[in-house]
């Protein structure tokens, strides 16, 4: 069973500073001209620490980070409390909702079945990164996302009566996402969340670089305390507000001979289909495998489905069923590696490839010509995730896209202390 605790969070002391003013999204959705505003709200701004800027920008976020602390910018709470986070959002889709879950810390653990497992590979890049920034500051200055099996809603049910005080904090974000935050300490509260999660395992949904930093992190230290535990939003897999987008696929640096076989291999394995252009996200229906295509040269939009799902089988035996049905392994193994020739180095260093987490970006992109084509996924539904994280298995990098983010600078887990 994973090791689910409450956590004696740092945090802003929201007397001196309005928590919208010092909050960021995650550091990986932040460009230059982002990360200006966010700093140019307050002096305080989470991105000072969680992303860096200087000579050694490492340093300095340890700089600034100590000097917050010393200074009652930041406070740590006496006591450990869960932290319930309740997000109002309008996803994607245009459909609106809202995600509960909970702050906690989990403790760092190879992962496997009955404790914590991930579903995406991951790239090489931002866990050195994030590693550094640890050492540096030796605290969890974002949480990771995972998900948690609670058929019954038992943790949820334990929190909420907890929710009818003021929040901690109230803070509508650049998405238009309303997080309300609050904490809770009371005994009886912490201890039904924490026998509620206790047969649970955990699904890593966001921030794979982060958990497998604190893993490093950890055995760095060595021996026991407060390193051996990570900062995590949890949020059950039944949670209404539960929500997950594709992510579309970009194809760059295109060159005749690559066209021609992908061309190919489009006309080989797949029925096609022209379609509208606002038909390019596929909509799940009959368990096909569907995906929408459109390059830059014809400007045709396509719908492409799988002939044969035996064909993805012979070239995938050893994978599972779950794995041989999602519509980013078809692509990957049959266009990206077949046609295209790509190596998994390629994808994760996107040699050839590009991604965009929206239709009409993704659609904008191609029609301009910045890049040659795309590939446009459906959603991922949630069972299909668990299944595939059961099986042992990960998805390709980017196949699922949780939304709304959690906001950084909410929380912070110091590392140097219980």
């Known amino acids: 069973m994973a090791?689910?605790?409450?956590?004696r969070a740092l945090h802003y002391d929201p007397e001196r500073d309005a928590i919208a003013?010092?909050?960021?999204?995650?550091?990986?959705?932040?460009?230059p001209r982002q990360r200006a505003g966010l700093a140019a709200r307050s002096a305080h701004n989470v991105v000072a620490i969680d992303l860096p800027q200087g000579d050694d920008p490492y340093a300095n976020a340890a700089e600034?980070?100590?000097?917050?602390?010393?200074?009652?910018v930041l406070t740590r709470d006496d006591e450990p409390a869960f932290w319930a986070l309740a997000q109002e959002y309008t996803g994607p889709d245009g459909q609106t909702s809202t995600r509960s879950g909970f702050f906690a810390r989990i403790r760092v653990e190879a992962y496997g079945p009955g404790r914590i497992r991930p579903h995406e590979r991951t790239h090489p890049g931002p866990k050195e990164d994030r590693l550094r920034l640890t050492r540096a500051t030796k605290a969890n200055l974002s949480?990771?996302?995972?998900?948690?099996?609670?058929?019954r809603n038992a943790a949820w049910e334990a929190l909420r009566p907890q929710l009818e005080a003021e929040p901690f904090a109230d803070v509508t974000d650049g998405d238009g996402t309303r997080n309300r935050l609050w904490r809770v300490s009371d005994p009886?509260?912490?201890?039904?969340?924490?026998?509620?999660?206790?047969?649970?395992?955990?699904l890593i949904a966001d921030g794979h670089h982060r958990y497998e930093t604190a893993r490093v992190y950890a055995d760095e230290v060595g021996g026991e305390g407060a390193h051996r535990y990570v900062m995590a939003c949890l949020v059950s897999l039944q949670d209404p507000g539960l929500t997950v987008f594709p992510?579309?696929?970009?194809?760059?640096?295109?060159d005749d001979d690559a066209r021609a076989a992908l061309r190919d291999e489009v006309l080989r394995d797949w029925d096609v289909e022209v379609i509208d252009l606002a038909e390019l996200e596929p909509a799940p229906r009959d368990g096909a495998v569907?995906?929408?295509?459109?390059?830059?040269?014809?400007?045709?939009?396509?719908?492409?489905?799988l002939k044969d799902p035996a064909t993805v089988d012979a070239q995938l035996p050893g994978r599972s069923e779950a794995y041989r049905r999602l519509d980013t392994a078809v692509l990957e193994t049959l266009a990206l590696k077949g046609a295209l020739g790509m190596t998994d180095d390629d994808i994760s260093h996107l040699n050839g490839l590009d991604y965009s987490r929206t239709t009409?970006?993704?659609?904008?992109?191609?029609?301009?010509g910045d890049v040659q084509g795309g590939f446009f996924m459906g959603a991922t539904p949630v069972s299909r995730i668990r299944d595939v994280a059961a099986a042992g298995e990960v998805m390709p990098p980017k196949s699922t896209f949780f939304y709304p983010k959690v906001l950084t600078g909410l929380l912070f887990n110091p590392l140097d202390q219980e």
């Open 143 to 151: 949480p990771i996302f995972a998900l948690y099996d609670d058929p």
């Open 3 to 7: 090791d689910v605790r409450p956590l």
């Open 21 to 31: 003013d010092v909050v960021a999204p995650p550091y990986d959705v932040i460009d």
């Open 247 to 254: 992510t579309h696929r970009l194809l760059t640096g295109l």
């Open 64 to 72: 600034v980070f100590a000097r917050w602390r010393a200074e009652g």
């Open 360 to 368: 009409d970006e993704a659609r904008e992109r191609i029609l301009s």
């Open 188 to 202: 009886a509260a912490l201890d039904a969340v924490t026998q509620a999660l206790s047969p649970s395992e955990l």
């Open 290 to 305: 569907r995906l929408g295509y459109l390059d830059a040269h014809h400007k045709v939009p396509m719908r492409l489905t």
